[in-house]
């Protein structure tokens, strides 16, 4: 087919009119119901045409890439060396007409238009391999690791658009939402640490299983809004031993995974569950798990509780000594990209201040400011919205100010300071 211009290369047709060998160009529905993670793509796959008959009402093809309907086909195929057939009798109807149109420019969608649409999909894999758990089912982790492979990429690019659209949803898919972004933690965390694409992978699918042994735990424990009994609570705790008992009977699992659905509750200090293993008998990817899982947990929002902020989350954790692997921690917060409240920042105006409130996102809150470090001298202090003056790093309050600085932290947060006055540039860092 010759190509004669965009106007009759492109055609819009009806989702039921899709055939296999078309060229899909565009898919006309709204993102969160569209079912493929692909822009465009040759509809090769009988699976993927019955979705498009199911559940898309419209879809723009390539003629350029593939072929057209079969009307269109049957007329291009006459051979002109032959008579012309006799014309059609006039009662006979005619083919509806099918109208080529120019597409209209659409913006492309925003990356957390995108990653709601992969976190959509990953958790609509979760809920199905636990649901065949509850039930269960011989259960299938082959299922879960081509979502594995697309979140480790969207996480790649832009891991906080991820994280940010698990807490838009439901609180009562908390079970599967949870363990989607408990996965895409570890993945960035393990990233972060240097680890090798294979072992992120591990730990994408180690947090995307680490609760499956709740599906074992009745649900009206598991979603219980309120207080747990005591004997409620040994339910719940019992849900690591349960879930490593189930994925021992898959061949070929990784080890560490196994080992993080069994640990992740385990605590530095030796009080965790269900073995009370201490410090270094804590494995490194059970000891990342444990900080992963705890920040999901205490930032969801829940039937009983409200979500702490990002900033309340970490600041808590980090008062929560001989929880987590210190070290582990720390490299948890700069993953993320988030200070908590009260920690000691160095601003791009070379100022030194405290993180005392939420900004216009997690990664740009509000900060006091307090010490110029070029001139090594108190200032008064100022509320700075670090959307204009950026955080550069975290600081030690302790090589700055010595044995002083909880008792200096402690004045400088309890007071009440005025809001800086607004900057048309960024002030230039002095050096």
Excluded at 264 to 276: F, L, N, S
Aim: net charge negative; glycine share 6%.
């Amino acid at each position: 087919m010759s190509d004669d211009g965009d106007t009759n290369r492109y055609i819009r047709i009806r989702g039921d009119q899709a055939e296999l060998g078309m060229f899909v160009h565009a898919v006309h529905c709204s993102w969160i119901h569209n079912p493929f993670w692909r822009r465009s793509f040759l509809l090769i796959s009988p699976q993927d045409q019955a979705l498009i008959h199911e559940s898309v009402p419209q879809i723009t093809i390539d003629l350029a890439k593939g072929r057209g309907l079969k009307v269109m086909a049957m007329a291009d195929s006459r051979d002109h060396d032959d008579p012309a057939p006799p014309p059609e009798p006039p009662a006979a109807a005619a083919p509806e007409p099918v109208v080529a149109i120019r597409p209209r420019r659409r913006k492309p969608p925003t990356e957390l238009e995108r990653a709601a649409a992969t976190a959509e999909r990953a958790i609509a894999a979760v809920t199905r391999l636990f649901a065949e758990a509850r039930l269960g089912r011989a259960i299938r982790t082959a299922d879960l690791l081509p979502m594995v492979e697309e979140i480790a990429h969207a996480t790649s690019h832009n891991g906080a658009a991820l994280i940010a659209v698990t807490r838009l949803k439901d609180k009562d898919q908390y079970t599967y939402i949870h363990s989607v972004a408990v996965g895409t933690l570890m993945m960035g965390l393990a990233r972060h640490l240097g680890m090798d694409d294979d072992d992120v992978r591990v730990a994408g699918l180690a947090g995307m299983l680490h609760d499956i042994g709740k599906m074992q735990v009745p649900a009206e424990i598991v979603d219980k809004p309120g207080r747990l009994t005591g004997e409620e609570l040994a339910q719940i705790r019992l849900h690591p031993g349960l879930g490593h008992r189930m994925l021992l009977d898959l061949e070929d699992l990784d080890p560490r995974i196994l080992d993080v659905c069994l640990h992740h509750h385990e605590k530095m200090d030796g009080t965790g569950y269900p073995d009370g293993l201490k410090g270094k008998e804590i494995s490194r990817f059970a000891r990342l798990a444990a900080v992963c899982d705890v920040y999901d947990a205490v930032t969801s929002i829940r039937s009983y509780k409200r979500a702490w902020s990002p900033h309340e989350a970490l600041a808590q954790m980090l008062e929560w000594e001989g929880h987590f692997d210190p070290a582990m921690l720390r490299a948890f917060i700069a993953c993320l990209g988030i200070q908590p409240f009260g920690a000691l920042v160095r601003l791009h105006s070379n100022r030194l201040g405290i993180v005392v409130r939420e900004g216009e996102s997690p990664t740009t809150p509000i900060v006091r400011s307090f010490f110029d470090v070029p001139d090594q001298q108190t200032l008064p202090v100022e509320d700075v919205a670090t959307s204009g003056d950026p955080i550069i790093r975290a600081e030690r309050g302790e090589y700055w100010f010595g044995e002083g600085w909880p008792t200096l932290q402690a004045e400088i947060m309890a007071q009440v300071a005025v809001p800086e006055a607004p900057r048309h540039h960024l002030p230039r860092a002095r050096m």
